[in-house]
Structure formats: structure tokens, C-alpha cells
């Protein structure tokens, strides 16, 4: 299969477009890929140092500020042109979006050229690009039911996030790396990759009240930490990244983390009970709905950042970990609800799609 994949901006969308790659590798070993991602983004770093063939564009999202928009405009209209020009060069099978603004020049030159194109959701509020990029898209899908309403119906199918499948089959890694204790509880504290400093900051104000629990805690700082911590009761961990968090995950009793989407394909694929702290920061408040579809079905509990302090942090905990039926119940309706096979689905769709011609 020759593939042409665009996602850009955020972890959130470039980790799910690799964990594609990865599978149609897995299935279809011949297989040859091009990236196209944002000229100034993380995905700059990322994708290159996997190997992957990489291409930039320069494309910025629409801002509140009328003269900004200019800048904008132009670039996008540059970025498209070079869009088909790449797309056309390229001559892929199948044109692939996940996410970003840089996938809208992309799947808008695939689409004008006569490319089968898809487009993968990862929120459970839709983005902006994958909204506008709609009509353009042979087929959309999606991670949880609750966005599929912000399709066409006959272009979508449910896939989850591809994120899980990979969690599934990564190695587990053993407390022991840590300094963790085999035979005791586990609370694995993380924001994501540069943290955040305001649930941080609480962290380290609950760290003292931790020395008396009989579980022990992994605080994963992010790499973005600056505070030096004293007087750590040996209960405490902690590290400013974890290189492989699915493989910790799969030792963990209680989670506490942001809600965002490949985050909980995570949780969800690994049926991590969690208490779940969404960034009030997000377009759209999307990360407290993506947790709301876990707490209604009893899968985790929700921890609004504006009730957090390190009282309501260790309450939270405390009242999950230390209840064996709770734990059980929200095992049982994470299972229920996660899509283990995502990769598996999104390669099968992928191949239908291009058989149907």
C-alpha cells in the first residue's frame, strides 16, 4: 500500500497517525508512507526520527485578530498548491487525516485530484479541520459514538482510536524501573508529556500527605517541571517522563490524568480505573466531554480543575483505590466499552475503500 498521511499539532493526532503506519507495516510489509505535518510543530521532530519520510507545510489556524488572518490565508493558499503538487508526485493509494490544520490542505488537494481520502476523529467534540474536511472525505472515523453526529451517516464508521491497539501489545514495564514495590498498590500521576503546572503545583502540595497510604505513588512531572521537591516520603516517585506509558499503565490500580483522547484509548484498552482532571484549556472544553463519556457509563470519575486541591486529589484516590466493588464495576464497564482491535478496524476500512474503487 502507498500511503500519504497528514496530522499535525499535538501528540493527540500524530501518535494515533503512527500507530496506523504501524499496522498497515504490520499487515503489508512493502508498504511505503509519506508525512505531511506543520513545518513548526512537534511533528517535525517525531516523524523524522521514526523513519518515515516527511514533508512540511506552513499553515497556521484562523485567529481571533482580523490582520493575523491575512498571514493566514496566504499561507494556506500556498500550502494547498504545494499540497498538489506532493499528493500528485506521490500518487498514493489512499490519502490519510488525522487530525490538525495541516490536514486541510492535504485532504482538500487529495479530494480535487480524485484520491480516496479518510479522516479519523480522535474527540468526542469533532475539530475544526475534521468538521470542514467532511465533504471532502471518502470516509470518517471515529473513536467514540457520540462524535459520529457530526458526519454524514453513510461516511461514518465507528473505529475507536488506534492508540489502544497499540497500548495492548506494548511491553509491560516492571515496577522495579521505577523503585516501585511489586506486592503494593500503584498511583500513577500524569498531565502529559510537558505537564500541567496547575495540577502539578496541587500534586506537590499532596505529596507530603501520601507518606501514610499503603500505596505508592508514580508522579510523572513532564518535561516542562522547573520545582526542585524535598523531604519525598519513600512511598513517592518521581520522574519527569515515562517513555512508555502504556507499558507502566499495565501495573497500575489508579490513574489520574487529563482526558484526552489517545490518553483514555489508553485507559480504555488496558481498563484502568482513573480519576480523570479534563484541561479547561481545550477549543471546545473537549477533554471534560471525552471524560463525560466514561464517567456516564460508570468507567472513571471526573475531577473538574476548578474543585482541585490536594484534599479532593487524595479524597478522589483514596475512595477509588480503596474500594475493591467500585474497582471491579469500572474494570468491567471500561472493558464493555473499548474498541481494542482500532488499528485492525481502520486497516480493514482503509482496504475496502480502496477495493470499492
Same mark, same amino acid.
Given at each position: 500500500?502507498?500511503?500519504?498521511?497528514?496530522?499535525?499539532?499535538?501528540?493527540?493526532?500524530?501518535?494515533?497517525?503512527?500507530?496506523?503506519?504501524?499496522?498497515?507495516?504490520?499487515?503489508?510489509?512493502?508498504?511505503?508512507?509519506?508525512?505531511?505535518?506543520?513545518?513548526?510543530?512537534?511533528?517535525?521532530?517525531?516523524?523524522?526520527?521514526?523513519?518515515?519520510?516527511?514533508?512540511?507545510?506552513?499553515?497556521?489556524?484562523?485567529?481571533?485578530?482580523?490582520?493575523?488572518?491575512?498571514?493566514?490565508?496566504?499561507?494556506?493558499?500556498?500550502?494547498?498548491?504545494?499540497?498538489?503538487?506532493?499528493?500528485?508526485?506521490?500518487?498514493?493509494?489512499?490519502?490519510?487525516?488525522?487530525?490538525?490544520?495541516?490536514?486541510?490542505?492535504?485532504?482538500?488537494?487529495?479530494?480535487?485530484?480524485?484520491?480516496?481520502?479518510?479522516?479519523?476523529?480522535?474527540?468526542?467534540?469533532?475539530?475544526?479541520?475534521?468538521?470542514?474536511?467532511?465533504?471532502?472525505?471518502?470516509?470518517?472515523?471515529?473513536?467514540?459514538?457520540?462524535?459520529?453526529?457530526?458526519?454524514?451517516?453513510?461516511?461514518?464508521?465507528?473505529?475507536?482510536?488506534?492508540?489502544?491497539?497499540?497500548?495492548?501489545?506494548?511491553?509491560?514495564?516492571?515496577?522495579?524501573?521505577?523503585?516501585?514495590?511489586?506486592?503494593?498498590?500503584?498511583?500513577?500521576?500524569?498531565?502529559?508529556?510537558?505537564?500541567?503546572?496547575?495540577?502539578?503545583?496541587?500534586?506537590?502540595?499532596?505529596?507530603?500527605?501520601?507518606?501514610?497510604?499503603?500505596?505508592?505513588?508514580?508522579?510523572?512531572?513532564?518535561?516542562?517541571?522547573?520545582?526542585?521537591?524535598?523531604?519525598?516520603?519513600?512511598?513517592?516517585?518521581?520522574?519527569?517522563?515515562?517513555?512508555?506509558?502504556?507499558?507502566?499503565?499495565?501495573?497500575?490500580?489508579?490513574?489520574?490524568?487529563?482526558?484526552?483522547?489517545?490518553?483514555?484509548?489508553?485507559?480504555?484498552?488496558?481498563?484502568?480505573?482513573?480519576?480523570?482532571?479534563?484541561?479547561?484549556?481545550?477549543? /471546545?472544553?473537549?477533554?471534560? *466531554? !471525552?471524560?463525560? =463519556?466514561?464517567?456516564? %457509563?460508570?468507567? #472513571?470519575?471526573?475531577? &473538574?480543575? @476548578?474543585?482541585? /486541591?490536594?484534599?479532593?486529589? *487524595? !479524597?478522589?484516590? =483514596?475512595?477509588?483505590? %480503596?474500594?475493591? #466493588?467500585?474497582?471491579? &464495576?469500572? @474494570?468491567?464497564?471500561?472493558?464493555?466499552?473499548? *474498541?481494542?482491535?482500532?488499528?485492525?478496524?481502520?486497516?480493514?476500512?482503509?482496504?475496502?475503500?480502496?477495493?470499492?474503487?
Amino acid at each position: 500500500m502507498k500511503v500519504l498521511i497528514s496530522a499535525g499539532g499535538t501528540g493527540g493526532h500524530i501518535y494515533p497517525a503512527l500507530a496506523i503506519i504501524n499496522k498497515i507495516k504490520e499487515m503489508e510489509p512493502d508498504s511505503t508512507f509519506l508525512y505531511i505535518g506543520t513545518h513548526n510543530r512537534m511533528e517535525n521532530e517525531i516523524v523524522p526520527n521514526k523513519g518515515i519520510p516527511f514533508k512540511t507545510l506552513e499553515v497556521y489556524g484562523l485567529s481571533k485578530k482580523i490582520f493575523k488572518n491575512f498571514k493566514v490565508l496566504d499561507c494556506f493558499r500556498k500550502s494547498y498548491k504545494k499540497a498538489l503538487s506532493i499528493v500528485s508526485e506521490y500518487d498514493p493509494d489512499v490519502v490519510i487525516g488525522v487530525g490538525g490544520y495541516v490536514t486541510v490542505p492535504v485532504i482538500m488537494a487529495a479530494h480535487k485530484l480524485g484520491y480516496k481520502t479518510f479522516l479519523h476523529e480522535q474527540n468526542s467534540i469533532a475539530g475544526k479541520a475534521n468538521k470542514f474536511l467532511a465533504k471532502y472525505a471518502s470516509l470518517v472515523g471515529v473513536s467514540f459514538a457520540s462524535s459520529a453526529k457530526y458526519f454524514k451517516k453513510t461516511k461514518v464508521v465507528l473505529t475507536g482510536n488506534p492508540c489502544a491497539t497499540n497500548a495492548i501489545t506494548t511491553k509491560s514495564i516492571p515496577k522495579s524501573k521505577y523503585g516501585l514495590t511489586k506486592d503494593k498498590k500503584l498511583v500513577l500521576i500524569v498531565m502529559g508529556s510537558l505537564g500541567a503546572s496547575t495540577v502539578n503545583k496541587v500534586v506537590v502540595d499532596a505529596i507530603p500527605n501520601f507518606k501514610n497510604k499503603d500505596y505508592e505513588v508514580l508522579f510523572v512531572t513532564g518535561n516542562g517541571f522547573k520545582e526542585k521537591l524535598k523531604n519525598i516520603p519513600s512511598n513517592v516517585k518521581v520522574v519527569p517522563y515515562v517513555d512508555n506509558m502504556a507499558g507502566i499503565m499495565k501495573s497500575v490500580d489508579v490513574m489520574v490524568s487529563r482526558a484526552g483522547a489517545s490518553t483514555l484509548s489508553e485507559i480504555l484498552a488496558l481498563n484502568v480505573p482513573s480519576v480523570l482532571i479534563p484541561s479547561p484549556f481545550v477549543p /471546545n472544553n473537549h477533554q471534560y *466531554i !471525552n471524560a463525560l =463519556d466514561l464517567v456516564d %457509563n460508570n468507567a #472513571a470519575l471526573m475531577l &473538574e480543575e @476548578k474543585d482541585l /486541591n490536594k484534599d479532593t486529589l *487524595i !479524597n478522589n484516590i =483514596d475512595a477509588l483505590i %480503596n474500594d475493591k #466493588a467500585k474497582i471491579k &464495576e469500572m @474494570k468491567k464497564n471500561l472493558d464493555k466499552m473499548a *474498541i481494542k482491535d482500532s488499528s485492525d478496524i481502520i486497516y480493514k476500512e482503509l482496504k475496502g475503500m480502496m477495493e470499492r474503487g
